[in-house]
């Protein structure tokens, strides 16, 4: 019988240092604004685009639509967020931010550049630009597999240089 040699497996090496990073964030962001779970992700997508809908919000934070919905649920009850009927689709709310969020975006990012540079500390610069350039093609790689099999690619929020 055949086994993977996990010490091998470049996917779980990616897997694992990216849920290391992201529960370093998360613990960051609780500890400092009170933020949980995917609430503070919520805040950067709307940062950077406001008056999205629901499914898109969902996309951009890697979170199921219907996982989503009761975090939008409390943000908004907690005053950092706000829904508004779609005028051109009335099934869709659009999200976007409250004064509240507002306020806490540049220390969110702030969080977020400081938590980059703990995980890239001892990180040279070339090293580091190799690692791009190698993720960027396995992305790539697998991209093209995913259209090859006629699915649906998840949104890629890199913008790159092909772009």
């Not at 706000?82 to 220390?107: A, G």
């Not at 540079?117 to 995913?146: C, F, H, R, Y």
């Not at 699915?151 to 240089?161: C, M, Y």
């Given at each position: 019988?055949?086994?993977?040699?996990?010490?091998?497996?470049?996917g779980?090496?990616?897997?694992?240092?990216?849920?290391?990073?992201?529960?370093?964030?998360?613990?960051?962001?609780?500890?400092?604004?009170?933020?949980?779970?995917?609430?503070?992700?919520?805040?950067?997508?709307?940062?950077?685009?406001?008056?999205?809908?629901?499914k898109?919000?969902?996309?951009?934070?890697?979170?199921?639509?219907?996982?989503?919905?009761?975090?939008?649920?409390?943000?908004?009850k907690?005053g950092?967020?706000?829904?508004?009927?779609?005028s051109?689709?009335?099934?869709?709310?659009?999200?976007?931010?409250?004064?509240?969020?507002?306020?806490?975006?540049?220390?969110?990012?702030?969080?977020?550049?400081?938590?980059?540079?703990?995980?890239?500390n001892?990180?040279?610069?070339?090293?580091l630009e190799?690692?791009k350039?190698?993720?960027?093609?396995?992305t790539?790689?697998t991209?093209?597999?995913?259209?090859?099999?006629?699915?649906?690619?998840?949104?890629?929020?890199?913008?790159?240089s092909?772009?």
């Amino acid at each position: 019988m055949k086994k993977l040699d996990l010490n091998d497996s470049i996917g779980l090496m990616l897997k694992t240092s990216a849920k290391a990073w992201e529960k370093a964030v998360d613990v960051d962001m609780r500890n400092k604004f009170g933020l949980t779970g995917g609430k503070w992700k919520i805040i950067v997508v709307l940062s950077i685009r406001q008056g999205i809908t629901q499914k898109q919000l969902a996309d951009m934070t890697f979170v199921e639509a219907p996982t989503l919905v009761p975090i939008i649920d409390k943000m908004e009850k907690d005053g950092y967020l706000k829904r508004q009927p779609d005028s051109n689709d009335r099934r869709n709310n659009l999200i976007f931010m409250t004064e509240k969020s507002e306020k806490i975006v540049e220390p969110i990012i702030d969080c977020i550049i400081d938590i980059r540079k703990i995980a890239l500390n001892k990180i040279s610069k070339k090293d580091l630009e190799i690692g791009k350039k190698v993720l960027l093609q396995i992305t790539e790689n697998t991209e093209q597999l995913i259209k090859e099999k006629g699915e649906k690619l998840e949104p890629n929020l890199l913008i790159t240089s092909k772009e």
